[in-house]
């Protein structure tokens, strides 16, 4: 199989259902913005994190892939069929789980931080800061279950206590606003 189709040329492109729309679609862009995120934590992942922090990295770059699959099948086409597509209220406990246990290493906050730190700690406030981009245009949308809007936040809040791990684990001082 070749990697060209030939049929974006003309500037659309295909949902799950087969349905063909524009690539400036609101739909478009929010599966676009996932799959940017997604490359961002592949960044993360290419940083040198700790082994703890690669393997939850590995876990949400696959629960990006369903989520973007999600926002391609508004249908719900694979969704109820396909398990490795769903993402529901357990997913978001499993993030909340782990901010908590990686919250616990770091002193609370008094003030805000400015995005930054060593390289892997960088490139996880970039992650957050483009899947909130995402987040935007899921709520845009209007359609989108109430578990993936959840699950988009709770990831956002996720990858902020990462960042800060991260950069404290490097040694690495937060710089206050």
Do not use: C
């Amino acid at each position: 199989m070749k990697i060209y189709t030939r049929t974006g040329d003309a500037g659309t492109t295909s949902l799950v259902d087969g349905t063909r729309i524009a690539k400036s679609d609101l739909r478009v862009d929010a599966f676009g913005e996932v799959d940017e995120a997604s490359a961002a934590l592949g960044i993360a992942r290419a940083s040198g994190l700790a082994p703890d922090l690669d393997d939850m990295l590995l876990q949400i770059q696959r629960d990006l892939f369903a989520l973007g699959s999600q926002l391609a099948d508004p249908a719900d086409r694979i969704a109820g069929r396909v398990e490795k597509t769903a993402l529901g209220d357990h997913d978001v406990a499993r993030l909340e789980g782990w901010i908590d246990t990686l919250e616990s290493e770091l002193t609370p906050l008094s003030r805000f931080i400015l995005p930054g730190g060593e390289r892997a700690g960088a490139v996880l406030h970039l992650a957050r800061t483009i899947l909130r981009r995402a987040e935007r245009r899921m709520v845009a949308l209007g359609v989108v279950e109430p578990a993936l809007l959840a699950y988009a936040n709770r990831l956002s809040d996720l990858l902020f206590v990462m960042a800060r791990v991260a950069n404290a684990r490097a040694g690495v001082p937060e710089v206050e606003w």
